[in-house]
């Protein structure tokens, strides 16, 4: 069973920035994707970036510029450096991974980051 472990969130100011990290209990070298998500109450769990096919890189349009996702794949690790923060930024961030396209999703326990005004 596939284990994700986050780290990285916390509280900071607007305009500040944070790295979170996720740490895969698998070798990432051949999976189809992997990356953050982020959920607020009564909101949906929405993309935040994602790394897709160990090349490709996504971001929703609300963090392009402002977040970038990298990984370190002999340490089987997902990065997302988040830089410019605003309080629309508030949520717990989720990291996912799939090991094939199609294949269910596995979820990190997720990490709060919190930005005040």
């Known amino acids: 069973q596939v284990q994700l472990r986050e780290s990285g969130g916390g509280l900071v100011q607007a305009g500040g920035s944070l790295r979170l990290s996720c740490a895969a209990s698998i070798n990432i070298f051949r999976i189809y994707s992997m990356g953050w998500y982020r959920q607020v109450p009564g909101k949906e769990r929405e993309l935040v970036a994602s790394?897709?096919?160990?090349?490709?890189?996504i971001y929703a349009d609300s963090v392009k510029g402002r977040f970038t996702i990298s990984r370190d794949t002999p340490k089987n690790t997902v990065f997302l450096q988040m830089n410019s923060l605003e309080p629309e930024d508030t949520a717990v961030y989720y990291c996912?991974?799939?090991?094939?396209?199609?294949?269910?999703?596995?979820w990190g326990k997720g990490t709060l980051v919190t930005v005040s005004s």
């Open positions: 790394i897709i096919s160990g090349t490709q890189a």
């Open positions: 996912s991974l799939t090991t094939g396209r199609g294949s269910p999703r596995t």
